[in-house]
């Protein structure tokens, strides 16, 4: 309750409102008006530039109040609208159904999604596992362009200041240019890939806009979704390797008989949509048997394991050999006439003939091969799994052939080359 000595002193308009405040609750009684003399109107009419100086003061910091507040909800807003977009980035990270999509939506998805610039996601793979898990012909895939898959693991290593966290700052052509492999200038983001095991790569983020990524900037969100891009990388690995296990030979390691079945198809298809040759090769161990036969089986899977390597060695990455069953090896060669095909077949031929092969209890075998070719015909009236069955039969029999005429030699399908 506010005594008579405050009233007086008060300014007669705010001492009127709360006296009038107090006498509508019954809590302070209303003086007569009467009582004032005229001593006291000067006295109350001495502070009212102070009160009219303490209501600006007041005005003016309830409007910076005002505005505060305005700003504060438009930054929450848009952390909301920021927090919404790395969710919703999160989300299709997490529910990407195979390797090659992750891969798109860590790129051409990130780009998209926050109106990036550039994005490049380099990858550590010094032993080649993830190069071994991309198709063959990612080079088609324009989503892998901002992919590097990185053997040398200390070099790309030291690209980077900071191996553990978001790295935020202005563009520098020195060290970023080579990162992006072109100039960006502005600004860019660096995350760190860390899985349990280690270092697994980097995101790096690039924009024209100096400002969106400054070295004084929050990387809370960033840091986050580097930890959900590599736990999604690690889990995407996982089951392409799993998958891939189901598809190889665990005794040679090439692809199995019923990879061979599912990219054919495949190839069939891109060869008559671009107009390219398809060529195949079986290639049969002569005489396997009497190795069998004559020094155990174990010896009969060591020369099926080094048959397996001398085929590879003369084949190209975008090439598939298989292993068909047995000691019958059949290979996919997209991009090949019937005369490459041939000329490649005679190579491996001569140079398994030339070299025993060399068995663990330090003794040797002489090897040869017999190898059919054939080529994928021009014939619109086959569909695409037909079309694949004639390459696979034909390549069958030119190597029955083959075997009839003598073995240790290569025979081409009449009428493809």
């Known amino acids: 309750m506010l005594d008579s000595a405050s009233v007086t002193r008060a300014p007669a308009g705010l001492n009127i409102r709360l006296l009038h405040r107090g006498a509508d609750n019954g809590s302070i009684p209303a003086p007569s008006t009467q009582a004032l003399t005229p001593e006291a109107d000067v006295d109350k009419m001495k502070p009212h530039g102070r009160v009219n100086s303490t209501e600006q003061v007041l005005h003016q910091e309830n409007a910076m109040l005002r505005g505060l507040l305005e700003t504060l909800g438009r930054d929450a807003a848009h952390n909301q609208q920021v927090l919404a977009r790395f969710h919703e980035r999160e989300l299709a990270l997490l529910g990407a159904a195979d390797l090659v999509l992750l891969l798109e939506r860590l790129t051409q998805g990130m780009r998209s999604s926050f109106s990036l610039d550039a994005v490049k996601l380099l990858l550590l793979d010094p032993f080649s596992v993830i190069q071994d898990l991309l198709p063959d012909d990612r080079r088609d895939h324009s989503s892998l362009r901002h992919v590097e898959l990185c053997r040398d693991v200390r070099a790309t290593r030291a690209k980077f200041d900071d191996l553990h966290r978001p790295w935020l700052g202005s563009w520098n052509d020195a060290s970023h240019q080579p990162l992006f492999g072109h100039r960006i200038g502005g600004s860019v983001a660096l995350l760190p890939l860390r899985q349990p095991d280690g270092l697994a790569g980097f995101l790096c983020l690039g924009s024209r806009d100096p400002n969106r990524f400054r070295a004084d900037s929050a990387h809370d969100f960033l840091a986050h979704l580097a930890s959900i891009s590599a736990v999604c990388l690690e889990n995407a690995v996982n089951r392409e390797r799993l998958r891939l296990a189901g598809l190889t030979d665990s005794l040679t390691g090439l692809y199995n008989r019923r990879h ?27 005489h396997f048997k009497r190795i069998n036969d004559r020094h155990g089986h174990a010896a009969g899977d060591q020369v099926l394991v080094a048959l397996a390597q001398r ?61 059919g070719v054939s080529t994928l015909r021009n014939d619109p009236r086959q569909s695409t799994q037909a079309a694949g069955e004639t390459l696979l039969q034909t390549a069958d029999q030119a190597v029955y052939r083959a075997k009839t005429d003598g073995r240790n030699r290569v025979a081409c399908t009449d009428g493809t080359v």
């Open 260 to 286: 061979l079945q599912h990219r054919l198809e495949q190839e069939v298809t891109r060869a008559r949509r671009y107009s390219q040759a398809l060529s195949c090769l079986f290639v049969d161990a002569d």
């Open 311 to 371: 085929l590879r060695s003369r084949l190209r990455t975008s090439d598939l050999p298989t292993r068909y069953g047995g000691e019958e090896f059949a290979v996919l060669l997209p991009q090949t006439d019937g005369d490459s095909a041939c000329r490649l077949a005679q190579e491996i031929c001569d140079a398994i003939a030339a070299e025993p092969i060399s068995l663990e209890d330090g003794t040797s075998v002489d090897i040869t091969v017999s190898i």
